[in-house]
Every structure is written in structure tokens, then in C-alpha cells.
């Protein structure tokens, strides 16, 4: 069983910032690919980026050029680095791997 909690979410002004993380409970980050994944209220949830084993990365075209994700291995941790936040952004952030989530955090982008 692999437990996956998020953080860092909140409220922030478009053109703010915000750095999500999700922690493991397995040493698992770094073995796996992982995702951050995103829904926003009457749309489908959506993969924002994703990293390999590897450490090759890939995001949605949306986000490309303001996001970025990130990890470290020895604290079993993954990032998103989320910069120039636009409202269009608003969702909860949820990150994955396998079959496996967590609960999400809330990113809101108003003014």
C-alpha cells in the first residue's frame, strides 16, 4: 500500500506562484513514474505533467513553459513547480502513481 499526500496548494493572484509536493510513504519516487494530475469542477481530470523513472519529463500543453516537476529521491518526494498561474489553472491538483492517489490540494488563482 502506497500513501500519497499533497501540499502547498492555496490561493494565489494570477501571475503568482506556488510549489505543490507530494510525499510517499514507499520508497517509490525515482522507481516509477509519477504524474500530477488536475480537475477542476465539470471537467475531466487531466494529467498536468508527469516524470519518468528516468527523469524525462512531459506536460500538457497548457502549462508548458510555466510548469515544471521535479523530485527528490532521498525524500521520496515529487514537485510542481507552478509559475504564472492563470485562473484557468483553478483545480485540485492530485499526484499518482500506478494505481495509486492522493486526497489533492486545492490551487485557486483570483484576484
Known amino acids: 500500500q502506497v500513501r500519497l499526500v499533497e501540499s502547498g496548494g492555496g490561493l494565489v493572484q494570477p501571475g503568482g506562484s506556488l510549489r505543490l509536493s507530494c510525499a510517499a510513504s514507499a520508497r517509490i519516487v525515482g522507481r516509477y513514474a509519477m504524474g500530477w494530475y488536475r480537475q477542476a469542477p465539470g471537467r475531466q481530470r487531466e494529467l498536468v505533467a508527469a516524470i519518468t523513472s528516468g527523469g524525462s519529463t512531459n506536460f500538457a500543453d497548457s502549462v508548458k513553459g510555466r510548469f515544471t516537476i521535479s523530485r527528490d529521491n532521498a525524500k521520496n518526494t515529487v514537485y510542481l513547480q507552478m509559475n504564472s498561474l492563470k485562473p484557468e489553472d483553478t483545480a485540485v491538483y492530485l499526484c499518482?502513481?500506478?494505481?495509486?492517489w492522493g486526497q489533492g490540494t486545492q490551487v485557486t488563482v483570483s484576484p
Open positions: 499518482s502513481v500506478g494505481s495509486y
